[in-house]
Structure formats: C-alpha cells, structure tokens
C-alpha cells in the first residue's frame, strides 16, 4: 500500500512543495500534464491538483497528507462549520514557504479611519467566509461580493468599493492603487493528514516522511557555528547564540584556558553576532549551513 500526498498542481506552492518532498529524499520522474506521479525510491505517490482540493481529498481520505495555504484551510474550516459539520483534516505542522497575508485593501482617495469605516461599503474577495468572520467580529454591516479571480479590479469596474485579498510584495496592490489598510489572515503553507487512522502497512513510512518534513524545516535558517575562546567567556556566548541549545565545549590540546566551541544555532547568524561573539574573546569561528538535521 502506498502513502498518498496531495501538492498544488500549478501555481505559487507548486514548486517550494516539490522542493520540500526532494529534500525529504524522494526521487520522482513527472510528465508533462500528469496528475499523479510515483515516487521511485519511496512508498509515496504525488497527486498534482488545484489548491482549493486538497483539504477535501485529504479530509475524506484519498490522499493521506496535504500542503496547502492556511488562507484556503481556513476559509474550508469555516465554511465547513457554516454547514453545522467538522473541519476533520487536521493540520501537523506549518512550512516555511508560500508566506502571503490576507488583506482588505481601499482606492487611493479612500478616508480609513478603522474598521467602522467599511459599515455599508461593497467588498470583493475570493475569502468570503474569512472576511465574514472579520467584520462581525468588528461589528461592520458590508455586503460581501465573491469573486472567483481578478479581485484587485473590481473597484476600477465598480463591482466593489473595496477589496479583501491576498498580498505578498504588495506590488499588485500598487499597480491597481489600491492601499493595505487591514490584515484579516496571516497565511503560510502548512502540511495536513486525514482523520482517518493511517492504515498499519503505511504507518511506518508516514511516520519516516512527518520526521523529514519536519528535519527539513529546521534545518532552514539553521547553521553550525563553531569558534575557540576562553572558557571564561562561555556564558557570554550562550547568551549570544541565537537559539542554541547546549552547545558542545571541547577542550584544547595543551590549553587550560580556552576551548573549542560547536553549536547549532536555529536562526541566521549574523556579522553583527559575529562581530560581538569576537569582542567576547571568540577566535576561528566558522559559521556552516546545516544539510539535514533528525531530531
Ligand atoms: O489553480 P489553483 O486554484 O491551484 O491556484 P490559485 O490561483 O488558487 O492559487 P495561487 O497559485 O495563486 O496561490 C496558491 C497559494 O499561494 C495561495 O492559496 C496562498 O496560500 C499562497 N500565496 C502566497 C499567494 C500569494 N502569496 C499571492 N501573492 N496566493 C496568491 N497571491 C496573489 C494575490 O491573490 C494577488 O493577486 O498574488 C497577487 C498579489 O501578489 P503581490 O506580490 O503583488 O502582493
Ligand atoms: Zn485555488
């Protein structure tokens, strides 16, 4: 039996999804126009499928595991509930990647002064239910019009006053002279499994493939650092080390006084580290980046 993983057939979390599953290990070959591809080297098989599907394959059990936005989670959770049924994916972790935030944008000329100020206007969003939540939570009375694509348009079209969509640089909403004014979701990529109790025949490799998922996203940002400096000034390297934790101290053949230190550190280590880690007494430190990690 075969583990199955849902992943955005096109668009911005195809490839950072692919990233993720190759540096897990596994090897693939992928045809033009494919929906679904074997993985050679594991039990896994890829299924390539718009974005918006993925919580519902996954919910009723076609696929095991899923990646895809919060934004699209959340906008199902609640619709879901809308229905009076459980959302019954459930979410394992969040990734590094496809970081965006849903936003409500106004036209340039637009007098914002909070929420209040979208009481009686029209608002365009692909997010009905997310934006929904946002203005009763705020006591706002808007009309809410949905819209399948192009929502940064429709105040130019008059089909809305305002918007409520998905940003990232920003540069879309500039083009449109549009204006951030609220953000309604924080949204990245996260990885989700069925409800259903994985069948014992794959559990083994399910197991295998949530440890390299994870291994994986620590590791990004994450670096090996390794200086000599006086055992004297070791609690003032702790402290310097961004996220490390117990670092290994090694003694120095034939010095009393100083020692090899080697760590890992889970964020980016910076010149300025460098540079304060140095006017502590730090000699040859050597900052690495780190392959894979198991925890
Ligand atoms: O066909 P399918 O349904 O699979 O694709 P889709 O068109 O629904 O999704 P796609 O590929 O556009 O986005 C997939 C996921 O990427 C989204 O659900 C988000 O989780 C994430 N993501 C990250 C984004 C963005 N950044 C993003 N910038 N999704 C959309 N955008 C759009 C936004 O809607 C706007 O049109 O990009 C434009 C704004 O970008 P900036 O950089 O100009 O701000
Ligand atoms: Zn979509």
């Known amino acids: 039996m075969r583990l199955r993983i849902a992943i955005q057939k096109s668009g911005r ?51 095991d595991l899923g990646l895809v936005g919060l934004n699209v989670l959340e906008e199902k959770r609640l619709a879901f509930r809308a229905r009076g049924l459980a959302p019954l994916f459930e979410q394992v972790q969040l990734l590094d990647f496809g970081h965006c ?3 409500i944008a106004v036209p340039d000329g637009f007098d914002y002064r909070g929420p209040r100020s979208l009481d009686g206007t029209r608002i365009a969003t692909t997010y009905p239910a ?10 706002v009375q808007a009309t809410v019009v949905v819209l399948s694509g192009s929502v940064e348009i429709a105040p130019r079209l008059g089909r809305a ?52 998922i994870d291994g994986v996203e620590q590791v990004k940002g994450s670096k090996y650092i390794m200086l000599h400096a006086p055992r004297s000034a070791l609690p003032a390297i702790a402290k310097l080390l961004p996220g490390s934790e117990a670092p290994t101290v090694i003694p120095l053949d034939g010095r009393d006084d100083r020692v090899a230190v080697h760590a890992v550190c889970r964020e980016n280590v910076f010149w300025e580290t460098l540079e304060q880690l140095k006017s502590v007494g730090a000699s040859s430190v050597l900052v690495l980046p780190v392959e894979k990690m198991l925890a």
């Open 13 to 63: 979390l195809t490839d950072s999804s692919l990233d993720l599953l190759g540096r897990c290990g596994l090897k693939y070959t992928r045809g033009k126009d494919q929906l679904m591809c074997h993985g050679e080297n594991m039990p896994l098989d890829v299924l390539f499928v718009r974005d918006d599907d993925i919580p519902d394959l996954v919910q009723e059990d076609v696929c």
């Open 161 to 212: 006053d305002l918007i409520c969509d998905l940003v990232s640089t920003g540069s879309t909403l500039a083009a449109n002279h549009l204006r951030e004014v609220e953000t309604v979701l924080a949204s990245q990529a996260a990885l989700i499994r069925t409800p259903v109790p994985i069948a014992p025949e794959k559990r083994e490799w399910t197991h295998r493939l949530l440890l390299r």
């Open 101 to 103: 935030r849903l936003c």
């Open 130 to 139: 997310i934006l929904g939540r946002f203005l009763d939570e705020h006591g």
